[in-house]
C-alpha cells in the first residue's frame, strides 16, 4: 500500500505546487485539507489552485461546498475518509495538502463525535463576543475546559467559541470528548511534511500573492459575497482579507489602506500557522527550503507500506 502523505504549511508557502511536484513522482491525488478552499465563494480569495495550477493531477474537495453552509472538521473528516481509501485501493497516493491544522490532527490522531451544537447557542456566543470581546470569551473557555483552552494559542475566536459552545451544548468539556477518539490514518501509514519557509521570504510571498489576488478579481470575488448577504458568524465570511474588501466596498476606506491591512491580517494568520505546526501535534518534517524538500521527495518516492 502505498503511503498517505500529507503536506502542511502557512498560506503561501507553496503547498499546492509542491502537492503537484509529489503527485507527478509517485503517482497521487491531491486532496483539500484547507478550511477555506472547499468553499465555492472562494477561489480567488482562498488561493485555490486552477486548472492550469493542477497541471492534469486529480483534486478532490476544492471548491465543493456553498457558502451559506457551516462546514467544519467533522463533516470534511467524513468526506475525506471514503475518498483516501478510494485512491488507495486504485494503487496511487492520497496527498492531503493544505493550512488547517485542526483537519491533520483529526485525520492523524482523531476526532470526537460530538453532538451538534444548538444553533442559537452559537449565536448567543457569537453576540457576545461581538459585545464583550476576545478576552472576556477566552475567560469562559478557560473557565469551561482549562485543557482545550490551553491548547488555543493567540486570538482564535472560532476555536473559543467551540470549547465554549461544546461544554454548554453538550454538558461536557470538548477535551473530554476528544479523549475518546481514533485516527482515520494510523502515523506508521502517513508520512507527514511541514512548508517552513525562512519568515521573510514567507511575507514577501503573501503581500505580493494578494496584490495578485486583488488583480486577478479579488475585489469583485468579495463584493459577490457580499451581495449574497451571509451572516457573518458563518465560516466563509472569515477569509482573510475578506472584511477589508468589504469596507472598501462600503466606502469606509481607501483601496490601497484596505489592502495593507488584508496584507498585514494575512502575515499574523501565517505566524500563527507556523506556532501551531511547530507547537501542536500531530508533528510533521519541517522542511525549510527547497533541498529540504527534494530531500523528502526522494525519500517517498516509490515507497510502499
Known amino acids: 500500500m502505498k503511503p498517505v502523505i500529507c503536506i502542511a504549511g502557512p498560506t503561501a508557502s507553496g503547498k499546492s505546487g509542491y502537492a503537484v511536484r509529489v503527485a507527478q513522482a509517485v503517482d497521487g491525488e491531491i486532496i483539500n485539507a484547507d478550511a477555506l478552499q472547499v ?19 486529480p483534486h478532490h474537495l476544492f471548491g465543493h461546498v456553498p457558502g451559506s453552509v457551516r462546514y ?27 493550512g488547517t491544522g485542526l483537519y491533520f490532527r483529526a485525520l492523524l490522531q482523531g476526532l470526537a463525535d460530538i453532538p451538534p451544537v444548538p444553533e442559537r447557542l452559537s449565536k448567543d456566543t457569537q453576540s457576545r463576543l461581538e459585545r464583550e470581546g476576545i478576552e472576556k470569551l477566552r475567560a469562559e473557555a478557560e473557565r469551561l475546559d482549562s485543557i482545550a483552552a490551553g491548547r488555543v494559542l493567540g486570538d482564535d475566536p472560532q476555536r473559543l467559541q467551540r470549547i465554549v459552545n ?12 476528544q479523549a475518546e477518539t481514533r485516527p482515520v490514518v494510523p502515523s506508521r501509514f502517513a508520512r507527514f511534511c511541514v512548508l517552513t519557509p525562512p519568515r521573510e521570504q514567507l ?36 477569509a482573510i482579507g475578506l472584511r477589508q474588501l468589504q469596507s472598501y466596498i462600503r466606502s469606509e476606506g481607501a483601496l490601497d489602506d484596505v489592502i495593507e491591512d488584508a496584507k498585514r491580517e494575512s502575515r499574523r494568520f501565517a ?22 524538500r527534494n530531500h523528502f521527495l526522494n525519500q517517498i518516492n516509490g515507497l510502499s507500506l
Do not use: H
Not at 505566524?271 to 529540504?292: A, D, I
Open 39 to 57: 468553499y465555492a465563494d472562494l477561489k480567488i480569495l482562498s488561493a485555490r489552485p486552477d486548472t492550469s495550477e493542477m497541471a492534469g493531477i
Open 72 to 98: 467544519s472538521t467533522g463533516k470534511w473528516l467524513r468526506e475525506v475518509e471514503p475518498l483516501i481509501f478510494d485512491i488507495l485501493a486504485r494503487d496511487k497516493a492520497p496527498i492531503l495538502v493544505g
Open 166 to 177: 461544546v461544554a454548554k451544548g453538550t454538558g461536557r468539556p470538548l477535551s473530554s470528548w
Open 203 to 238: 511575507y514577501e510571498r503573501i503581500n505580493c500573492r494578494y496584490d495578485e489576488m486583488v488583480r486577478a478579481g479579488g475585489l469583485e470575488e468579495a463584493q459577490a459575497i457580499f451581495a449574497k448577504r451571509y451572516e457573518e458568524s458563518l465560516p466563509v465570511m472569515k
Open 271 to 292: 505566524k500563527r500557522q507556523m506556532t501551531w505546526f511547530r507547537n501542536q501535534p500531530p508533528k510533521g518534517v519541517m522542511l525549510k527550503n527547497q533541498q529540504e
